[in-house]
């Protein structure tokens, strides 16, 4: 165990123990709840990058194509009381932790049916039921408020987790800086994950951070931080199920970084590959899609055939259209949404 | 009725809704161990203890971002800006966090917190510590901003910002903090939103807020003595404007001053300036004039930081040239 002051090597031997090596078996049912999350989530984004192309989703869209082992990792290690905060970069996220396609949808189409009834869009999914803070769209300012949470939560005595989820940029800037240096001190029961998908919108992680390890930056903190392989569901689940433990029993943040690739573009005015990177190296990386490394895992264990993927699949690709049909015929907001929930009513 | 200095009446109602609410609690750089860098909140370490009074690393936007996040799973922060020229570090937790998370989720999540410390122009401060920000809140959809001018209003603005459920930035005049008043031992609240006839007069009107209501009122007295009287309307909160006490005011002395610590352009002041013109121009007798701080940053050397200021001669000028009397 990682203590609080621990070195950058005492840190990264959190996943050296044998105890956190990648679930050699993994529970048949689990596994298929994980790529069932992953196909849907794949499926989803799918048809947002078509309904984007034809108009019915405006604005900024960042999907999360080959990132979709990190959510669904992360999330299911989680309680339904425990919080969760992310980026703009949502879409995913927000149906591993349970929102629904159709509520997810009909906030992309811009429709009164959306998560957020049309007024937040893809960049910022909220959902109380389900603990989930959005959906923040400047890159770092989140990170105060997920340990603020965190301190809400040892305020009150509670045993819940806030997992607060950012992109490899948000290691650069100032509030991720002071946020955890303030979790560290008070230590505040947060998981920090940075999903490092190798480019902040076009530009090279190491075009943009003076370390490469960004876990490391932990130790500046006292925060006992690790990295994991995050095209591999299994190493994700091991690492958060670690740093969530650590968070609920011992009081301690995490931070961890996930080692992902985004197959997309960083947005939908971005290309595929981008003019920032080659060609090859997205060929490389889409052969370590996690979805298919799953499958493989599973296939080989046993757990699935190919009639059970193609099960899964159909089954992923109906709720996308069933959610497409919900948000299509989904009504927009009335004139009366506009300057509704600007300030609560309150009389003082 | 008790007679409490600015900061003693803060501090009570700071203590009191601490006692009356456990989910309040207070944040800030020097708030606990060192009573407060203006002492507002003394003595409340002692009462609270480290959870509810809590000193924070000089870390704006990290520990404003933090209150905003308790805020969203239901605790009631107080963040303490030692000065809120430092809150500009801030601003962004304040406009895109506190501000706009209770449209951006539906209605599904609100921030109950509170935004305070001292604002405004103070004695030979320079520029990065002397100026006033009130414009700049109040131009935000989804904040409430408050300028207590009296140790009464102190106290009721401060409780009832605290009861909120939005985001409210309570605006403290960083040279009222020794001014005394009577303050009601009491549980009361000065409701946000609604100005005060701090004065009564019908020859015009002074519109004006946080410490320049204690320069309208000195204005006020020394007109007096020239047999000239003004009401002096003292709008207590920014946002939302009380509109309508402005217009009463107006419609009754037909001529209009606004005085404010900020700069002109985009001021408080245009902003009057325009409610005025729209619903009051078949009743104005003279253009509004408005007093305001000089067009610069603020300079040091006591001269020239005085010919930058807004204050009473200033103001008994103003208000003469609307009576055409200058």
């Given at each position: 165990m990682a203590t609080p002051t621990a070195s950058a090597n005492g840190a990264t031997a959190v996943l050296d123990a044998p105890s956190h090596a990648p679930d050699p078996a993994g529970d048949a049912e689990l596994n298929r709840a994980l790529l069932r999350s992953m196909l849907l989530q794949r499926r989803f984004e799918e048809r947002t990058a078509e309904a984007y192309a034809i108009g019915k989703i405006g604005g900024f869209c960042h999907l999360y194509i080959g990132q979709e082992a990190v959510s669904a990792g992360a999330m299911s290690v989680l309680r339904p009381d425990d919080y969760v905060i992310t980026t703009y970069r949502d879409h995913g996220q927000a149906l591993a932790r349970g929102i629904s396609a159709r509520a997810v949808m009909a906030e992309l189409f811009g429709r009164s049916g959306g998560v957020v009834g049309g007024k937040g869009g893809s960049m910022h999914l909220f959902d109380a039921r389900t603990n989930f803070l959005g959906g923040h769209g400047i890159v770092g300012a989140h990170v105060p408020l997920g340990t603020g949470v965190a301190y809400a939560i040892k305020y009150r005595g509670g045993d819940q987790v806030c997992v607060c989820f950012m992109g490899d940029s948000v290691p650069n800037t100032g509030a991720f800086h002071e946020a955890l240096n303030m979790a560290g001190l008070w230590k505040l029961p947060a998981v920090y994950v940075i999903e490092n998908n190798r480019y902040g919108m076009g530009t090279a992680v190491d075009r943009a951070s003076?370390?490469?390890?960004?876990?490391?930056?932990g130790d500046a903190y006292g925060i006992p931080n690790a990295e994991c392989d995050g095209q591999d569901v299994f190493a994700v689940r091991a690492a958060m199920r670690e740093a969530v433990d650590r968070a609920r029993t011992e009081k301690v943040p995490t931070l961890l970084e996930v080692l992902t690739y985004r197959f997309m573009g960083h947005s939908m005015s971005d290309a595929v590959s981008g003019t920032y990177r080659s060609k090859a190296e997205l060929d490389e990386e889409l052969k370590r899609d996690p979805i298919v490394q799953l499958r493989a895992r599973m296939q080989e264990r046993g757990q699935i055939d190919d009639a059970g993927v193609q099960a899964l699949d159909d089954e992923a690709k109906a709720e996308v259209q069933d959610a497409w049909d919900f948000a299509d015929a989904s009504p927009e907001p009335g004139p009366d949404a506009l300057h509704d929930h600007v300030l609560v009513d309150t009389t003082s | 009725m008790p007679v409490l200095t600015y900061r003693d009446a803060l501090g009570q109602a700071l203590r009191e809704e601490m006692q009356r609410d456990d989910r309040v609690f207070l944040l800030g750089e020097e708030v606990a161990e060192y009573n407060g860098a203006y002492k507002v909140s003394k003595g409340l370490l002692q009462e609270f203890g480290p959870m509810r009074v809590v000193d924070t690393p000089i870390t704006e936007l990290g520990f404003a971002g933090l209150g905003v996040g308790a805020a969203m799973v239901g605790l009631r922060p107080i963040v303490e800006f030692m000065t809120w020229n430092f809150a500009l570090l801030a601003l962004d937790q304040v406009v895109n966090s506190a501000a706009k998370t209770l449209y951006m989720s539906n209605g599904q999540f609100n921030v109950p917190i509170v935004f305070r410390g001292p604002n405004g122009t103070a004695l030979q401060l320079a520029a990065q510590h002397s100026q006033a920000w009130e414009s700049w809140l109040a131009h935000i959809p989804g904040l409430k901003v408050v300028a207590p001018g009296t140790p009464y209003d102190a106290k009721g603005l401060l409780k009832a910002a605290i009861r909120d459920d939005n985001p409210v930035c309570v605006l403290e005049g960083e040279m009222l903090y020794n001014t005394k008043g009577e303050v009601p031992d009491d549980d009361y609240v000065v409701p946000l939103g609604k100005a005060d006839l701090k004065r009564e007069g019908d020859h015009a009107t002074i519109v004006t807020h946080g410490k320049m209501v204690l320069v309208a009122m000195q204005a006020a007295d020394q007109l007096a003595k020239e047999g000239l009287r003004v009401d002096v309307v003292d709008l207590r909160t920014v946002r939302p404007m009380d509109t309508e006490a402005v217009y009463a005011s107006v419609r009754k002395t037909n001529r209009c001053v606004v005085v404010e610590?900020?700069?002109?352009?985009?001021g408080v002041g245009a902003q009057v300036v325009d409610y005025v013109q729209r619903d009051c121009f078949d009743h104005l007798d003279a253009p509004v004039l408005r007093v305001h701080q000089a067009d610069v940053p603020m300079p040091y050397a006591k001269q020239i930081e005085k010919l930058a200021k807004p204050d009473v001669p200033k103001t008994i000028a103003a208000v003469k040239k609307v009576l055409y009397l200058e």
């Open positions: 003076s370390i490469r390890d960004m876990y490391r930056r | 610590e900020g700069w002109e352009l985009c």
